[in-house]
């Protein structure tokens, strides 16, 4: 095999910064909530000096799954304006604090719903699709203008900025699936699976070892035989490894995939910077 000299780095906010989640006081700042702090980051782009935006799942080594809002969560989401969730289950306790906490005018933004997407998609992380950010900058720009009109044209024009942002994104993104598509690829969970989707990789994994691995439960003994063979027999080019979630399964893939002498790429699942890291090894 011949090792290409490229390391493609996307992030999976792609060109967003870190969210600001505090701004002068204001009297009409809109309280926002960006459940996902990838969402919050989003907010804090087109609201600007506007919003005042909280983020709450910003901790990359907590398990969305189990989060548990304390107190202090309770209120903020209750005197939230404006709040983007992700949905897909992955946030399902903030619809019961907003049940419990009806608010008059508040705007709710469900990615899930938002994409048309089923209660039983299988992958959650919607924000690493590429599609997911220009849709919801385009709403959130929208229930930001209903909230503050005298303030829509510069929402609008911050939205546009921010679209306009991941332009040489998806320029690159369809680049690399021009020159580099189907190349095989195994990962641990379905983390960063819509992008490397959307980068035309070949994803080897069976996906009911990512859910098993995701979901924090034995998969079956076949799959992870299957994912061994990817390694030992050199079946895939590239490992995509989640570098937040690993237990002893986890890194006897790592091992194995070091051992075959394959290139680890490591993404991350939930981080104001999250990225995902790789390097592409031809075939040729």
């Not at 959650?124 to 919801?136: E, F, N, Q, R, S």
């Not at 006897?252 to 999250?274: M, Q």
Request: aromatic content about 8%; proline content about 6%; some cysteine.
């Amino acid at each position: 095999m011949k090792k290409l000299s490229i390391s493609v780095v996307f992030a999976a906010m792609l060109a967003l910064g870190p969210v600001t989640t505090a701004f002068a006081t204001q009297s009409a700042q809109i309280n926002a909530i960006g459940v996902e702090n990838e969402y919050a980051d989003v907010i804090s782009q087109i609201g600007g000096q506007y919003v005042r935006v909280q983020a709450v799942e910003t901790d990359p080594n907590t398990d969305p799954h189990t989060f548990e809002a304390s107190p202090k969560i309770a209120r903020e989401i209750a005197a939230a304006q404006l709040i983007v969730e992700n949905g897909v289950g992955y946030d399902a306790w903030a619809d019961k604090i907003m049940s419990a906490s009806a608010r008059p005018n508040r705007k709710v933004i469900n990615v899930q719903t938002l994409l048309g997407l089923p209660d039983n998609t299988p992958n959650p992380h919607l924000w690493y699709d590429p599609k997911t950010m220009p849709a919801v900058a385009n709403v959130i720009a929208a229930d930001l203008s209903a909230l503050q009109p005298a303030q829509a044209t510069y929402f609008h024009v911050n939205a546009d900025k921010f679209i306009a942002s991941l332009e040489p994104w998806d320029a690159a993104i369809a680049a690399f699936k021009s020159k580099y598509g189907k190349t095989p690829i195994a990962v641990t969970e379905p983390v960063a699976d819509y992008m490397l989707e959307a980068m035309g990789f070949d994803i080897r994994t069976p996906f009911s070892l990512q859910k098993a691995i995701m979901d924090g439960t034995d998969p079956a003994p076949q799959d992870v035989t299957t994912q061994n063979d990817l390694f030992t027999s050199n079946k895939v080019k590239v490992f995509a490894y989640n570098q937040q979630v690993t237990d002893t399964l986890t890194k006897s893939f790592l091992d194995a995939s070091r051992k075959a002498g394959i290139p680890v790429g490591r993404c991350l699942r939930n981080h104001a910077n999250a990225g995902l890291h790789l390097s592409v090894v031809d075939a040729g």
